[in-house]
């Protein structure tokens, strides 16, 4: 079994932007993260769960310059998601997503939600 990290990131450590309402869901709140504070992100392919606004967020470093962002928690039955392998895996019952949260094998159904997520300086831009 692959190590997981787990992070509770408390908001003492990020600054939370509130963003527009965008009426797109529950991600229209930006949350800017020091990069220095992921340190599993400092390699490509390192990820990291962290929580904000008390949600599960699953970070993944695909490339020097491109992450990525999921909601945490498998759409099955809400066991945490984690990076192996170039997807997202659920060690509950064993459902996989591909990058794009697209369902690629289940019992899972409905696809893994995406965030945004963007680099702006030192700081990773979480939401919308
Ligand atoms: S909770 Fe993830 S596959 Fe069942």
């Keep these: 079994m692959q190590k997981r990290t787990f992070l509770k990131y408390m908001l003492s450590g990020a600054v939370a932007t509130a963003g527009l309402l965008s009426g ?11 990069l220095n504070k992921l340190p599993a992100l400092n390699d490509v392919g390192g ?19 491109e992450y ?8 099955h039955q809400s066991c945490p998601v984690s ?5 997202i895996s659920c060690e509950c019952h064993g459902s996989h997503f591909d ?17 945004p ?3 702006q300086g030192d700081k990773l831009i979480v939401g919308e």
């Design 24 to 34: 797109r869901g529950a991600w229209a709140k930006k949350y800017a993260i020091a």
């Design 47 to 65: 990820s990291v769960t962290i929580k904000l606004g008390g949600r599960h967020v699953l970070l993944v470093r695909l490339s020097q310059t």
């Design 68 to 75: 990525r962002a999921f909601e945490g928690l498998c759409t």
């Design 83 to 87: 990076y192996v392998k170039k997807q």
């Design 99 to 115: 990058l794009n949260g697209k369902v690629k094998s289940g019992p899972a159904t409905r696809p893994l939600a995406t965030i």
């Design 117 to 119: 997520v963007k680099v």
